[in-house]
């Protein structure tokens, strides 16, 4: 796994052994960044990785220009791979880690939030209402309906994982 583009383009990251963490595949990290240019501009903006796992989604935003992301994890082993690779990429400067569950950790409002939770999970609802951003990158295996006051801008199955795009209307 590697970062894809950007700045730290080519930087290899670590993940945990085992599979209680599922890293973004760097196809799929690709067709994310793809789609979010067309609809927003990652540059300066602020980055919300919610279930961060590797930290491979907020380290790519990074990479390509965001000038601050928050990472939020709770598994340990994980978060000594995220850590190991922001001081990899050169972007540890940039970052916030919070230690902790993504569904009840007082979150900053961003530009930009990631979601790539376990896909079992089914608050997808009650984490959008939580997180104050401008546009959600969601991750599961199944389609989400985004809640009314979301705008759906795209939506896309990649093997086993649906991306889903959204924005908060009143951030229209």
Known sequence: MRVVAGSARGRRLVAPKGDATRPTSDFVREAI???LASHFDLGAATALDLFAGTGALGIEALSRGASHATFVERDRAALTALRANLEATGFAALATVRPGDATRLDLPAVDVAF?????AFDGWSALLERVDAAVFVLESDRAIDPPPDHE?????????????????????
């Open 33 to 35: 960044f793809n789609s």
């Open 115 to 119: 979601a790539d939770p376990p896909y």
């Open 152 to 172: 759906l801008l795209k939506e896309k199955r990649y093997g086993t994982t649906v991306v889903t795009l959204t924005s908060r209307r009143s951030h229209s």
